[in-house]
């Protein structure tokens, strides 16, 4: 894996520690880089003024990587998305290209096509991919809640970064949470972060930036983590000065991403350049443990346990089991929940395991036959389900409750409550007792009763 | 029947409320109605609603009557699940083709029980309550459905519905899934013999169908698991040695054509035991697959393994034979002894670009360059190549190119990107490999030197206007042209099919487009014995349709040779899918496998992707949803006693036959997820319209409890966001129903919980329909709705308290944000799903937003004739002018049958009255909940165990709703075993439901007039909302009166009085004209009276519209038909005088002319069409100075040359001028689009003008969003003003000055204008007097009053009368037209009737008290007592109305009214005074 480095202008003059931390990140992944020397502006501040003199720009760089037969990775969002959509016109309309190369062919160069743009993130996600990652940490951040900032230039235009979707991105989540940081829930991490008006509205500019960091603060996050140069001034640089000129009070200070990956890599604080920053980041290193970190597990344990969930949670890999006749056993805990609150369920539910074999055999009455993990996910859901309302039932029992307070108990998520709730009201097992505030609590019924 | 007939039947296609109008019109009028619905139950999106805008009634109350209606009548047949295939014959005779969706339970055995939902284990989501709440997979929608069986819809898989030749998909991936490859490839080989050909080729249009990809993350790689079981096997070293069949047959079949079509179709008889041989033109097998598609893609020993398998068979293989010039075709069937053959050409000759010079040395037409390539045939590339085309062949040639050596491979497309038909990968793939694109060029010229290609000559081209095909047109850009230099020219523009030997001569039919004629359904040609399939029928196709075509003609071959009808039981309409995700599933990207690396591929033929390790396609194969409405466990099976279920039920068709269409297809709602900036499906609290409705509604997921769905709290601050899906660039329309529905919902929100706090964010408020605006008033000052004129670009979660923030700028212009506990996106509706395609079916036309087509002057007529149209699918609309209408096509669908009337109707028959007066009186009380219109107020089990203590009261129960059918079986079943004889309901009005029970006690051979009613409803939980108690205790009261007078109650027997078949109509404006042609046009008499000289009404003022059509012109028309009809008697120049009679049989009395002479006309209905007028502004200087004139002036003016827009600099228009003023509260509802129709003439003769249109609200509801924005377009100017600060007028020399203050500019706007046009409202007609003769009612501003806004639009409540046109309220012509012809459809219920039964409620004499004292006769306000030969009073019960009033004033006491007789009211107000401890006070 090699790549041309496209530093563009503004990290080598502001923001060089975002240039050396990556620069450690990658070494440290065996991920080559190469310098251009000849590397010109990307383009971007043309981009809006005079788009042919941008299209050239770009080109010259593309031409150049391609010469000796690189793909690109960009840190700047600015570069990346003007390279990128270079190259995409490029690549698609070869009367643009005959053009530009007919500028280029001036100093010799052409540019075919053949090459990609990738932003830092995008290799350390699809290139390096999430398990490689891991594997390189030596240290994990614990109880370190971080707000993700996207950065728009990666996300828009969506058809041609194709980095993740542009409404709902997981990708940068996905990122910090293999460090052991986790990722705010926070509404205001696509929005712009103040950067394109500093200059113009510097008023508009730090109120923009202002409220996003106020938000992200108020959410609990103890750090803003970014990948672009931009963006990384505004919460940093401009952040301070609004610190010390008194417009705020509090601080959110901003890691760059490889810094944050690279402190649970073990690399130096120095080369990644943690000093540099305006606001410290001393801090984060009191969120790092080396607990759960593949590197440093004794010889002989195993590298993860495979835990088997049917189902599986948010982002639990789904290891592959493929097993025979499972269904009773299986869920023999949630149909003694199911059996404990409404026998009579159970037993229909007993009426459908008992199905298995004959599904998996014969077929159903439409002759399909089942593959065990077609078993797997259709009486699963059923019986988890079920299990999940008995609880519910079980927890009522002991008085009324809202279904905040019984998702807290039962660790589900206040939505999944209240859709047993509305399941359990149609059976007449559930109540409403009482509203309280707005708040309603319920009551649970024995068979019979009436709401 | 005999040629010409007409069929007396009509089929009405859509079950919501206007499919059931039409059909309760039709059969009244004496028409078999087929009533055909999608779904399994009919009830339409009515049924869904909790209350109903303005009057706040209960749906589904009102709508339950209906729906039993519907269900009991014995000349409605109800074909629910189903879909219209086809319709085939002419207006007045059709004959449907339907397919019956099978529903897997048997309706005669179906007991409606449940316990079949009680034991399935599966659950699905609740389309009927928007996803709130989850259903069985056998399932019913709401307990009043109709019918009432339940159902078990399951569904396919999207992936397997999409595929053409429906693998099943689930299985084989889940297959994958378990590691069982061998059993995945089984279930594959079962439908499709090529999976690693087809795994390596198909464009896959499964994947985009996957609802993985659809509703979470990406669709599953479903094309690459089939390739990977596939060679999984090879690598397994597992054979794929079939033995071949045995014989079964002797018949031999012949295949022309060795492609994947031909291949598909040999296997498959081979394996049925027939002889087949192949015959191939081409050295080898394999068509396509083998010279077109390289080996980069489709490695040769793939496609060799795979097509063994088919010689396995034993099928005979002739390759380089040619049929038609090796083999004459007619020897297959001829000499050769073959019984069938099969044609399975493909489609091998490139077609010509059309330049000159393409024939030199040089140019390789794209399917002949892959073709000797593929066959070795020695294909030298060199230097440039420039490759015509943007389809998958282009893009192989021009990848091909480069790996045979090709300095430099360029596709030269006319189109863009966009455009190109090549699959995307490939264009990626060839992108990657260096392939260059020129997109926009297309070539003028080749040009030769010494015979050899040099240089192309070409040209740019630009995208104009959208073609048939959806894509934008290319067009050349004069003075573009430009050269490019050429060694190779490949053209690969299109394919077409080559058929070596004449068609003609062998009598086989061929297209236009030089394919294979077929029936589509059974790939028959047109010579018995011969089929088609692949390209050859389809032209160049996708593989897995040419094996689909194969597997097609196979089938037919087998059918033929065994003599068995080719098509039985083929048929196939839009197969069910499965539509819902299970909540909850993690985003997990597809696995993407990994390709050969670009430096390795450009210069070999090795294969490209190399598919996926074992890993990856079990990985890939874990993502698979399983997608399943019903697990087929048996379980319902086995514990149905009636044993109901039927596994094996199939799609069955049947033909009917009928003389006119209906359809009333409904609505969509818009799915917000489209607009990703309100976080619908991201942001829990952010729900649609219409799940809040369901919140709202008893039967919804929270008891009528509003909640938000993050936690369960109600939500205090609910903001409501109008026109999402509406009033959009996508959408240029207004969807009519939004802001009132949107209002409704806040009202019922606070009704419900009185904390709640309503905001409704809205661009125009359009309450134009009757009473709406004064609902919407006291919304705002009653209700405090809090109502903001400002568009949502956005809205936020909080994450932590799941509030939603909104940023708005408020009335004072300045920036707020706030934040609501619940967000309900007010969506918009479109047309159906499957609208579309069912209106290509038929033949009908839509307008570009996909809503019916159709013209003012004929507002419920299709393109095609003998089809109509009504409700939602016509354009967006309400439930009244969804009634209306629906009336209207049922008028329209009878008109070209009437002849017909009455050929094809069952008589409903009653069992034989019971005579009960003997006998002791035996009363059942039923006691409704009615949801929890009554049981959430009333102690409804407390009222039915205190009824079980009254006198006589044998038996009493409560239900949850007393109207629904299922319950009026269980009444009649009551009736029966506990041998009741007289029966008390204890729940809503009679008003609107005292007919259906009566009709129930009737079908038990029960007098009607043995049950009595208490309204514990309206009395009770309504007016009494906050005192529970109390309620009860009125509610018992009212209960024991009704059980005390039901003790009395008499069977009263029924008259038959004969019906006049005449009607009368009053008024001679367009309403008038259209009702009475339509009534002649049924084949009735009208009397048409007019009080002016001549026909026309308010048409007479118009002289343009916004459609372009011409209304003089449609006038002139009309007033010809009228007049000339034989049928109609106009009478002009006259005046009511008098009224008298019943319906059936009124006498009504004219004045004519200035003679005033006087005559009686004898009719039995009348239409109300007496019409509105403009009225005549006293505001804004009218009167006074000439250049203020109102809109109808101002167009007259225009149309004779009066006005010269070019002389004119601004014309100012101020709307609301006289309507939704506090003496005229109401929107006159038309002024808008008159404002803009007028400012576009103007804009249109004078484009310089400047048009400023002042407004309060822009109301251009419906399709006529269109003509505003057409309007701001063309620079028109609209500036809104409040109506606290309207605008101030002065008269100048130099103009007319109007100063008005801009409330978004926040400062004070000043414009000199030529000419000021006043948008004056409409006022009705004078129409007291005639009201008082009629006695028909009116609105407080003088409307006429109908007897229900919503359900009777156009009945008064006196029966017999209907109404009309502006007398009704304002509306445009087309509303006039459709209103007039539900008005004939309401009155054919009348007049097609032989007799009308009357009587029952009546004053009766006793002779022996009567002394003749003429009080009667003086009292009876229509003239109906005389005193007979006897010298005693007498009155005719056919006349007597019932009133009372002789019985009143009588002093003998000699007049009885029957059913009030004194006893009865005595023994009332005796059980209400004998409280004995238990009653209240009413």
């Known amino acids: 894996m090699k790549y041309a480095l496209f530093l563009g202008c503004t990290i080598p003059a502001r923001v060089k520690q975002y240039e050396s931390a990556s620069r450690a990140v990658l070494k440290a992944l065996n991920v080559g880089v190469v310098d251009i020397r000849e590397f010109n502006c990307c383009g971007y501040p043309l981009r809006n003024i005079d788009f042919k003199a941008f299209v050239l720009l770009s080109a010259r760089n593309l031409a150049l990587a391609e010469r000796d037969d690189l793909d690109i990775i960009t840190l700047c969002q600015c570069c990346f998305g003007s390279l990128k959509k270079a190259n995409h016109l490029l690549k698609e309309d070869a009367s643009l290209r005959n053009e530009v190369n007919s500028h280029l062919e001036k100093e010799g160069l052409r540019y075919q096509g053949g090459i990609e743009v990738k932003h830092l993130l995008e290799v350390l996600y699809h290139d390096v991919g999430i398990a490689s990652l891991q594997k390189e940490l030596t240290q994990m951040y614990e109880g370190l809640p971080i707000a993700a900032h996207y950065g728009c230039h990666i996300l828009r235009p969506s058809q041609v970064v194709q980095f993740d979707d542009p409404v709902s991105p997981t990708i940068f989540d996905q990122l910090i949470e293999i460090t052991g940081a986790h990722t705010i829930y926070w509404p205001q991490r696509l929005e712009c972060c103040g950067a394109p008006l500093c200059g113009i509205n510097d008023e508009l500019s730090m109120d923009l930036s202002k409220k996003k960091l106020d938000s992200g603060r108020q959410l609990g996050a103890e750090y803003v983590c970014v990948a672009c140069p931009y963006c990384h001034l505004q919460f940093d640089t401009v952040q301070e000065r609004m610190f010390a000129g008194k417009q705020r009070s509090d601080r959110l200070p901003s890691i760059l991403y490889p810094q944050l990956l690279g402190l649970c890599m073990g690399i130096d604080e120095k080369a990644l350049g943690l000093e540099m920053n305006r606001i410290p980041l001393d801090g984060i290193k009191n969120f790092l443990s080396s607990r759960g970190c593949p590197r440093v597990l004794s010889e002989g344990q195993p590298v993860a346990q495979e835990v088997y969930r049917p189902l599986g949670g948010l982002k639990e890999e789904r290891p592959v089991v493929v097993r025979e006749a499972m269904a009773q056993q299986h869920w023999s805990n949630e149909m003694k929940v199911i059996r404990s609150q409404d026998p009579e369920l159970a037993d229909k539910l007993t009426r459908l395991l008992e199905k298995e074999a004959l599904l998996q055999g014969e077929g159903n009455v439409y002759h399909e036959r089942y593959s065990s993990r077609q078993i797997e996910i259709s009486f699963g859901k059923i019986v988890q389900t079920e299990a999940q309302r008995a609880r519910i039932l079980k927890a009522l029992r002991k008085g009324p409750t809202s279904v905040k307070k019984l998702a807290t108990t039962l660790k589900l998520a206040p939505t999944e409550v209240l859709a047993h709730i509305v399941e359990l009201r149609r059976r007449n097992r559930v109540g409403l007792h009482h509203i309280e505030e707005r708040t309603p609590t319920y009551i649970a019924l024995s068979p019979g009763d009436k709401g | ?1482």
Not at chain 2, 1423 to 1436: W, Y
């Open chain 2, 1 to 1482: 029947m005999k040629a010409g007939e007409k069929i007396g039947a009509v089929l009405v296609v859509g079950g919501g409320i206007g499919g059931m109008q039409a059909s309760l019109d039709l059969v009244e009028a004496g028409f078999k109605v087929y009533l055909l619905e999608r779904s399994p139950n009919i009830g339409g999106a009515m049924s869904q609603l909790d209350k109903t805008f303005p009057t706040n009634d209960c749906a589904m109350c009102i709508l339950s009557p209906k729906l039993v209606e519907v269900g009991r009548n014995p000349n409605i047949e109800l074909i629910t699940f189903a879909e219209l295939l086809r319709l085939e014959g002419e207006a007045g005779a059709f004959t449907a083709t339907i397919l019956r969706h099978p529903k897997r339970v048997d309706p005669l055995k179906c007991t409606g029980c449940a316990i079949c939902y009680q034991y399935c284990p599966l659950e699905v989501c609740s389309e009927y309550n928007e996803g709130l709440t989850r259903r069985k997979a056998i399932f019913i929608n709401y307990p009043q459905a109709i019918p009432s069986t339940h159902v078990i819809d399951r569904r396919d898989a999207p992936c397997t519905a999409r595929c053409p030749v429906h693998l099943d998909v689930r299985e084989y991936v889940g297959a994958i899934a378990a590691g069982e490859h061998a059993r995945s490839l089984e279930i594959i080989r079962e439908k499709l013999p090529f999976p690693g050909i087809i795994g390596r080729i198909c464009p896959h249009p499964c994947e985009e169908e996957c609802l993985r990809g659809t509703k979470i993350d990406e669709p599953l790689s479903i094309c690459a698991l089939k390739r990977f079981v596939a060679d999984w096997e090879v690598q397994h070293g597992k054979g794929l040695s079939q033995n071949p069949p045995e014989p079964q047959y002797q018949e031999t079949v012949a295949v022309v054509g060795g492609g994947p079509a031909g291949l598909t179709c040999a296997h498959d008889l081979a394996r049925l035991g027939y002889g087949v041989t192949i015959f191939e033109a081409l050295p080898s097998l394999g068509g396509m697959l083998r010279v077109g598609i390289p080996d980069y893609r489709l490695p040769r020993d793939v496609l060799d393994r795979e097509l063994q398998a088919v010689l396995d068979l034993g099928v005979e293989i002739r390759t380089d034979t040619r049929v038609g010039e090796d083999v004459p075709f007619a020897d297959l069937l001829g000499e050769m002894g073959y019984k069938a053959v099969f044609l399975g050409m493909g489609a091998h000759r490139g077609m010509k670009l059309g330049v000159t010079g393409e024939d030199a040395e040089g140019v390789y037409p794209g399917v002949d360059f892959l073709r000797d390539l593929n066959l070795g045939r020695g294909v030298k590339v060199r230097g440039k190549v420039a490759v015509i085309g943007g389809g998958n062949v282009a893009i192989d040639a021009a990848r091909c190119a480069l790996r045979m050596g090709a300095e430099k491979a360029t596709i030269f497309y006319r189109r863009t990107r966009r455009e190109m038909p090549a699959s995307a990968e490939e264009i990626a793939a060839a992108l990657e490999e260096g392939v260059e694109i020129r997109f926009l060029a297309a070539p003028t010229r080749v040009v030769v030197e010494h015979g050899l290609v040099t240089r192309l000559e070409l040209i740019r081209m630009k995208l104009g206007e959208a073609d048939a095909t959806g894509r934008r047109r290319p067009i050349p850009a004069e003075g573009t042209e430009f050269t490019a230099p050429v060694d190779m020219l490949i053209p690969a523009i299109g394919q077409e099919v080559v058929v070596p030997f004449d068609p003609a001569e062998e009598k086989i039919g061929v297209t236009s487009r030089g394919t294979i004629q077929v029936d589509p359904l059974t790939g028959a040609t047109t010579l018995p014995g011969v089929f088609a399939g692949g390209d050859a029928e389809t032209g160049p196709g996708i593989a897995i349709e040419a094996i689909a075509g194969g597997q097609r003609a196979a089938i037919s071959i087998h059918r033929y040779l065994q003599g068995m009808d080719l098509a039985a039981g083929r048929e196939e309409a839009d197969r069910l899918v499965v539509e819902d995700v299970p909540p909850g599933i993690p985003y997990e990207g597809r696995q993407r496998g990994t390709p050969l690396p670009v430096a390795e591929r450009t210069r070999t033929f090795q294969e490209v992707e190399r598919g996926f390790t074992e890993k990856e396609a079990i990985t890939e194969a874990l993502r698979c949803l399983n997608c399943r409405q019903c697990l087929g466990c048996g379980i319902c099976l086995e514990v149905c006693e009636p044993e109901a279920i039927d596994y094996s039920q199939q799609d069955a068709i049947m033909e009917l036959e009928v003389g006119s269409v209906i359809l009333a297809l409904g609505f969509d709602e818009y799915d917000p997820h489209e607009k990703g900036e309100y976080g619908y499906g991201r942001y829990a609290n952010v729900v649609t319209s219409i799940e809040f409705e369901r919140m709202l509604s008893a039967t919804g997921p929270f008891n009528s409890t509003v909640m938000r769905p993050s936690d369960g709290d109600i939500p205090q601050k609910i903001a409501f966001i109008q026109c999402v899906g509406s009033r959009d660039h996508e959408h240029d329309y207004c969807s009519s129903v939004c802001c009132m529905y949107a209002t409704k919902e806040a009202i019922i929100a606070k009704e419900h919980i009185d904390f709640i706090e309503p905001t409704i964010f809205y661009i125009d408020i359009r309450a134009f329909g009757k009473g709406f605006d004064a609902y919407y008033e006291r919304a705002r000052q009653e209700h405090g709705i809090r109502y903001i004129r400002s568009m949502v670009s956005k809205v936020r979660e909080d994450p932590t308290s799941k509030d939603l923030r909104i940023t708005y700028v408020d009335g004072e212009g300045a920036l707020k944000s706030e934040a609501f506990h619940m967000v309900v996106l007010s969506v918009g509706l479109r047309p159906s799903k499957g609208s579309c395609s069912l209106a290509a079916r038929l033949g009908v036309a839509l307008e570009p937003n996909g809503f019916c087509a159709t013209v003012p002057s004929a507002p419920v007529s299709t393109s095609r004739e003998g089809i109509y149209v009504c409700g939602a699918f016509q354009g967006p609309k309400d439930i009244p002018e969804t009634v209306a209408q629906a009336s209207g096509a049922a008028a329209f669908a009878a008109e070209p049958i009437a002849s017909s009337r009455g050929t094809l109707l069952k008589k409903e028959e009653y069992p034989p009255e019971r005579d009960v007066s003997g006998e002791e009186p035996r009363i059942g009380v039923f006691v409704c909940h009615c949801g929890v219109n009554i049981g959430a107020v009333v102690d409804v089990p407390a009222v039915r165990e205190y009824v079980k203590t009254l006198p006589h009261v044998v038996y009493a129960e409560d239900n949850l709703f007393t109207c629904s059918q299922d319950t009026q079986e269980r009444i009649r079943k009551v009736i029966q075993e506990e041998g009741l004889n007289r029966v008390v309901v204890a729940s809503c009005s009679p008003r609107t439901h005292e007919p259906l029970f009566r009709q129930t006690l009737r079908e038990e051979g029960l007098n009607p007039y043995l049950f009595g009613m208490a309204n514990i409803r309206d009395q009770c939980s309504w007016v009494h909302i906050h005192h529970p108690e109390k309620a009860t205790e009125k509610a018992k009261a009212l209960v024991r009166i009704a059980v005390a007078n039901a003790g009395l109650l008499q069977s009263l027997p029924m008259q038959r009085l004969p019906v006049r078949k005449r009607g009368l109509v009053i008024g001679g404006g367009v309403a008038g004209m259209t009702a009475a042609l339509g009534l002649a046009k049924q084949g009735f008499e009208v009397f048409l009276v007019e009080q002016e000289a001549e026909l026309g009404g308010e048409l007479r003022h118009l002289s343009y519209t916004l459609s372009g059509d011409d209304p003089r012109a449609y006038l002139q028309e009309l007033i010809t038909q009228v007049t000339e009809h034989d049928a109609i008697q106009v009478i002009t120049n006259a005046e009511v005088v008098d009224h008298a009679g019943t319906v059936g049989n009124f006498v009504t009395g004219i004045m004519i002319g200035p003679t005033m002479t006087y005559r009686k006309l004898e009719h039995g209905i009348t239409i109300m069409a007496t019409g509105g007028e403009e009225y005549k502004p006293q505001e804004y200087l009218y009167g006074e100075d000439p250049r203020v004139l109102t809109q109808r002036e101002l167009e007259e003016r225009v149309a004779s040359g009066a006005v010269d827009p070019a002389a004119l600099r601004r014309v100012v228009m101020i709307q609301c001028v006289g309507s939704r003023t506090p003496e005229r509260p109401y929107c006159s509802r038309i002024c808008c689009s008159v404002a803009i129709k007028n400012a576009l003439k103007l804009k249109e003769m004078n484009p310089a003008l400047d048009v400023h249109v002042l407004y309060r609200d822009i109301r251009t509801y419906g399709l006529l969003e269109h003509y505003y924005t057409r309007a701001r377009e063309q620079g028109v100017v609209f500036t809104p003003y409040e109506p606290e600060e309207p605008p101030r007028v002065e008269a100048s020399d130099a103009g007319v000055h109007v100063r008005t203050r801009d409330i978004h500019l926040k400062r004070e706007l000043s414009l000199e204008a030529d000419l000021l046009v006043l948008s004056a409202g409409v006022i009705p007609r004078e129409n007291e007097e005639l009201a008082a003769l009629f006695k028909v009612q009116r609105t407080m501003e003088g409307f006429f009053l109908e007897a229900h806004m919503k359900l009777r639009p156009v009945d008064f409540s006196t029966d017999g009368v209907y109404l009309c046109g502006l007398a009704h309220s304002p509306k445009l012509i087309e509303e006039s037209v459709s209103q007039a012809a539900a008005a004939v459809a309401r009155a054919c219920t009348i007049l097609s009737k032989e007799e009308l039964e009357v009587g029952g409620v009546v004053a009766r004499v006793d002779a022996e008290k009567c002394a003749a004292c003429l009080i009667c006769i003086r009292a009876c306000p229509y003239n109906v007592p005389f005193i007979n030969e006897e010298g005693i009073s007498e009155i005719n019960p056919a006349l007597c109305h019932g009133c009372g009033s002789c019985a009143a004033e009588c002093p003998q006491k000699a007049i009885e009214l029957q059913h009030y007789r004194d006893e009865q009211i005595i023994a009332q107000v005796s059980a209400l005074v004998a409280a004995g401890g238990t009653g209240g006070r009413v």
